[in-house]
C-alpha cells in the first residue's frame, strides 16, 4: 500500500486528486494501510509552509465528513476524518452544516474503534 501511496502522490495531476485516492485506498484496504500513509495525508492537507492551501484543506474536509456519513468506514479514515474535522470543520460550518451535526457524525464512529494508540 505504501508503495501505491507514494506513486499516487507522485503522478498525481493535483493535490484534490491524491486525497480522493488516498481515502478511497484507506476506505477499501485500511487494514494494510500504514501509518506513513495516513501521515502523509494529513501533512498535505496541513500544507508545507506557512501559506496553506485552503481550498485543499476545505475540500478535503468536505470528502471526509462525507465518507464518514457512511455507516461503516475503517477505523484508519475514522482517525484521518478526527483530526481533520477537528482542524477544519469551520469549512463545514461555513457551508450551513450544524456543529453538532459534525460531532454526532464523527463521533458514532468512535464506539466501533480501538483503543490502540495511533
Known sequence: MLKIAILAEKFADNLYWYVDVVVRMINSSGDFV??????RIVQIIVGFTKEANVELQRYACQKLYHCLQLPHVHETLVCIGAFVLSEFSVFLVESGKEPQKIFDT????FALCS???R
Open 34 to 39: 500504514t501509518e506513513d500513509i495516513w501521515f
Open 106 to 109: 464523527l463521533n458514532k464512529h
Open 115 to 117: 483503543e490502540k494508540p
